[in-house]
């Protein structure tokens, strides 16, 4: 019982974690380019899943200013994960444009297609 | 005034970048010009705040004046300085060199979108240079790997699209990492300012997090930094790449990652903290294995760029070694080889783009008669090359008698031995090309083995290169005793 407790006051950053893992072996083992990004993203929420789950504070509010004295939840991560989103968004469409190009050109988007054409080109050249 | 000359010159590249599509519609002549303006005005500041932080210490720059538990800061100490000296120099000469070229495969329209992210880039490598805030760091690397990989991929090209999507992809593994090892960090410290990370962690009791981090930190920027295991990327990467972005990724780029690497191990952890850990170990044995397997995968290349990319990781190993020591001979070792690799392989990248220029070949084949044909050209890779292997005069010897030395104060005499066969392994694969170049004719015939026509600007930077990979190797005492300011400074 005692770890069960344990691990569902943690859950947030276990979440977290796992979501990194999920996604890392999704980019890794995948060869649909798609997938791969998909995967990158999962990745990404991971981290600002853990991120965000660092700055609560047991029955905190959020930190808006109101009367009294109240516990404020710590929002310096929730403000640095902004940045993060925006950036995974940057990323996310600069690599799904480069898949738009990679089709045009190969006519796949399966890397190992993409691999074997690409083997077939340098023999040729 | 000189206080405020770092935010100046990071601005300056930043205003530049964005204004570039402004300035083209006068003229993109014009535009090189204010552009080389701009790089060489950041040198002279580099220059003055080397001389400033020498003189009166570190300059601190606390945005909108908040404390620094709260606000972002820049620090900018002899570490931050001589690294910054370093990049506004390699970044003018290379700068030179595509002004010259016709940017090696980038179609007309494109020039322009390839400054824009010239100075996007160097922009953000001052930021991870000056910035003293761990997060402010990871909002930089994500600008830096971005313009990388869209400098890759900025040739129209099929395998450049393809070698830039393996390349974003594992750069954003790496990012994602170094961005968990920072929530686990926050998570044991409450902080992102890199000296209150560190007087947090050397108060109290280390807590498993902090290995966590430790760990994510070193993974990620390894990944980044194509260290042994992690390296697929890059020799795709700088083979598709053109050649003014090869040589900006070979010796720049990758070397600010390492930068980070040590700002992280240094600064944030400390030595002391890492010194018995497994961790040295780990880095000791992935610095070989790159050192020896780097130079055996390039002896297979048939393209002269691929070769270079994978002369890339090997030379990445020996950086990492004199990491891994966790001393201060290790460190010194380190600082000398990434300037001194910074240099050699931005001359060797850009001599064999001269090479691309005119005969439109890349295998070593197409070396043949070269050396009669550009001179210049084929002395400074001759130059280059001597230096890889780390002959004496040239500033690859002294980088690796530093290193050397550095294994010596650690007595781990085995590395030595491995030092040795690492240069033997590079002088395999360089040698054979010094010989095509001036040892055999050209393949249509000895009468066309009269020099050619290259633009001056190319020959100016590669000879610049050339020049100063000589005066490192003579007098080398000038930046050993700028590697002690830094040291001093830990």
New interface residues.
């Given amino acids: 019982m005692n770890l069960l407790t344990r691990i569902l006051e943690q859950i947030n950053l276990i979440g977290g974690v796992a979501l990194?893992l999920i996604g890392?072996h999704t980019?890794v083992t995948h060869s649909n380019?798609i997938k791969?990004i998909m995967g990158?993203n999962i990745?990404?929420t991971g981290?600002f899943l853990?991120?965000v789950a660092?700055g609560n504070v047991e029955g905190g509010v959020p930190p808006i200013l109101v009367d009294g004295n109240p516990l404020y939840i710590n929002p310096?991560?929730s403000a640095?994960i902004l940045?993060?989103i925006v950036?995974s968004v940057?990323?996310t469409v600069?690599?799904l444009s480069?898949?738009v190009?990679?089709f045009q050109?190969?006519g796949t988007i399966d890397a190992a297609e993409?691999a074997k054409k690409?083997s077939e080109?340098s023999e040729h050249d | 005034m000189i206080e405020n000359l770092p935010i100046l010159v990071v601005l300056a590249m930043v205003v530049f970048a964005v204004t570039i599509p402004f300035w083209k519609k006068l003229s993109f002549r014009f535009t090189l010009i204010l552009g080389g303006i701009v790089l060489v005005s950041a040198l002279v500041a580099n220059v003055a705040i080397w001389n400033h932080v020498q003189a009166n210490g570190e300059i601190l720059f606390r945005f909108g004046g908040h404390l620094p538990f709260l606000g972002i800061e820049f620090k900018i100490d002899a570490f931050a300085s001589m690294f910054s000296l370093f990049v506004a120099t390699l970044s003018l000469l290379i700068y030179l060199y595509s002004s010259g070229d016709k940017t090696e495969g980038i179609e007309q329209p494109e020039f322009f979108r390839f400054y824009v992210l010239f100075f996007l880039m160097l922009f953000s490598m001052y930021g991870i240079l000056f910035s003293n805030d761990i997060?402010n760091t990871y909002?930089f690397i994500?600008i830096l790997s971005?313009t990388s990989?869209?400098i890759v991929?900025i040739k129209r090209k099929?395998?450049a699209?393809?070698a830039?999507?393996r390349y974003?992809?594992l750069n954003?593994?790496g990012?994602?990492s170094f961005?968990?090892g920072i929530?686990f960090l926050?998570?044991s410290t409450g902080r992102?300012n890199i000296d209150l990370l560190r007087d947090a962690l050397h108060t109290g009791t280390i807590q498993a997090n902090v290995w966590m981090a430790v760990a994510f930190f070193t993974a990620g920027l390894g990944l980044k930094a194509a260290v042994f295991p992690f390296h697929i990327w890059l020799p795709d990467a700088y083979a598709s790449a053109p050649t003014t972005s090869s040589a900006m990724l070979s010796s720049i780029v990758s070397k600010m990652y390492l930068v980070i690497l040590i700002k992280v191990y240094a600064k944030v952890f400390g030595f002391d903290l890492l010194k018995g850990s497994a961790l040295s170990t780990l880095l000791l044995v992935l610095a070989s294995l790159g050192m020896i397997l780097g130079s055996v995968y390039a002896l297979a290349q048939k393209d002269l760029k691929r070769m270079l990319g994978y002369s890339s990781v090997s030379q990445i190993g020996y950086v990492l070694l004199g990491i891994a020591f966790f001393s201060e001979a290790g460190l010194r070792s380190a600082f000398f080889h990434m300037i001194s690799h910074g240099l050699t392989k931005a001359a060797l990248f850009l001599a064999v783009g001269i090479v691309i220029y005119l005969k439109q070949s890349r295998s070593v084949k197409g070396f043949e008669g070269t050396g009669f044909q550009m001179p210049i050209a084929m002395s400074v890779f001759a130059v280059a090359a001597f230096s890889m292997i780390g002959i004496p005069l040239t500033s690859g010897f002294i980088a690796k008698w530093n290193l050397g030395i550095a294994a010596e104060t650690a007595s781990q005499f085995g590395f030595l031995v491995l030092i040795v066969v690492s240069s033997f392994l590079n002088a395999m694969y360089f040698l054979p090309i010094l010989f095509t170049a001036f040892f055999k004719d050209p393949a249509d015939g000895p009468q066309r083995a009269k020099p050619e026509k290259i633009p001056a600007p190319m020959l100016v930077s590669i000879g610049a290169l050339a020049v100063m990979i000589l005066l490192l190797g003579i007098f080398p005492d000038w930046l050993m005793t700028m590697i002690d300011v830094v040291l001093a400074g830990f």
């Fill in positions: 990194f890392l980019v380019l791969k990158l990745m990404g981290v853990f991120f660092i310096v991560p640095l940045t993060g950036v940057s990323v600069y690599s480069l898949v190009r990679i050109s190969y993409l690409r080109v | 997060f909002v994500e971005l990989c869209a991929s099929k395998e699209y393809a830039a999507f974003v992809m954003e593994i990012s994602l961005l968990l929530a926050y998570m992102l």
